[in-house]
């Protein structure tokens, strides 16, 4: 069960990191 938590952890880390950088392109003037 730990190691599924881990996993989902890390999903969720990489999907924010990937979220921001295009948040921040979007939201960063051109």
Same mark, same amino acid.
Do not use: D, H
């Given at each position: 069960?730990? #190691?599924? +938590? *881990? !996993? #989902?952890?890390? &999903?969720?880390? *990489?999907? !924010? /990191? $990937?979220? $921001? &950088? *295009? #948040?921040? /392109? +979007? #939201? &960063?003037? +051109?």
């Amino acid at each position: 069960m730990s #190691l599924f +938590a *881990v !996993e #989902l952890g890390t &999903a969720y880390s *990489v999907s !924010e /990191k $990937r979220i $921001r &950088a *295009v #948040l921040n /392109k +979007a #939201l &960063a003037p +051109a």
